[in-house]
């Protein structure tokens, strides 16, 4: 009996104390997050992958999602393509990964900033890339497989103020005329061929936190392990 109470004792322990390493790695933490803005009358939003630096996480039904970045983000890219394919610098080594040129893209690149009042902007560009012969996926680059036909503009997201922690990410306009249906089944077809690509990527947990200074609102974050 008193083994099994020192048991229960020394579990509850372990588990407070991993709940606390987790939170103290969240804090120290930073998280980019995006967000996919559709047609008002939508219910929700299709699920998406999204590749970043090696993880792979999927949208909500909201449209948001989130990267944990254990440095400070001051540039980054968003790709946005159907699907992406590796160049392996050897049999098992991956060294980049590609598109296929002839297929529709977009890539826009943000940098950080400052405006006069002192507050922090994106300085954002749509760079060309289908002139490039030998394009590969820079670093820093949020992949999003989503159709480019579907998307009508990319901006950076600064509607919601955030937390110390919370960058502010990419804003995927997706077109307002678009059927949704055309885009659930585009959506599905998406997760379905990018099978072959997430087992090069690990995918995130997520948690559900206050994101607002205000903490009238929770959304789904990237966590540690």
């Known amino acids: 009996m008193k083994k099994s109470i020192f048991v229960y004792f020394l579990y509850f322990i372990l588990l407070q104390n991993n ?3 987790q939170n103290i790695n969240f804090q120290k933490s930073f998280i980019l997050k995006g967000y996919i803005q559709t047609n008002k009358e ?6 998406f992958r999204f590749l970043y630096n090696g993880k792979e996480t999927l949208n909500d039904d909201v449209g948001l999602f989130s990267f944990l970045s254990d440095n400070k983000i001051n540039e980054y890219s968003i790709l946005i393509c159907k699907n992406i394919y590796p160049n392996f610098a050897n049999t098992n ?5 590609t598109i296929k040129l002839e297929k529709p893209s977009k890539l826009y690149s ?8 002192g ?45 110390n922690n919370l960058i ?26 990018s099978l072959d690509i997430v087992i090069f990527h690990e995918k995130i947990r997520t ?13 789904y974050l990237a966590q540690n392990k």
């Open 19 to 21: 709940l606390y390493n």
């Open 207 to 219: 948690a559900k936190r206050d994101f607002t200074k205000k903490n009238n609102v929770k959304v």
């Open 93 to 97: 080594t991956i060294d980049n990964f």
């Open 42 to 47: 939508w219910k929700n939003c299709p699920e």
């Open 119 to 163: 507050e922090i902007v994106w300085q954002q560009q749509k760079e060309k890339i289908h002139e490039n012969k030998n394009f590969t996926v820079p670093p820093n680059c949020i992949i999003a497989l989503i159709n480019p036909k579907y998307v009508d503009d990319v901006k950076s997201w600064k509607e919601v103020k955030l937390s």
């Open 168 to 193: 502010s990410g990419p804003k995927i306009i997706l077109k307002e005329n678009i059927d949704i249906q055309k885009v659930k089944r585009e959506a599905a077809k998406s997760l379905l061929r």
């Open 110 to 117: 943000f940098q950080k900033d400052t405006n006069d009042q």
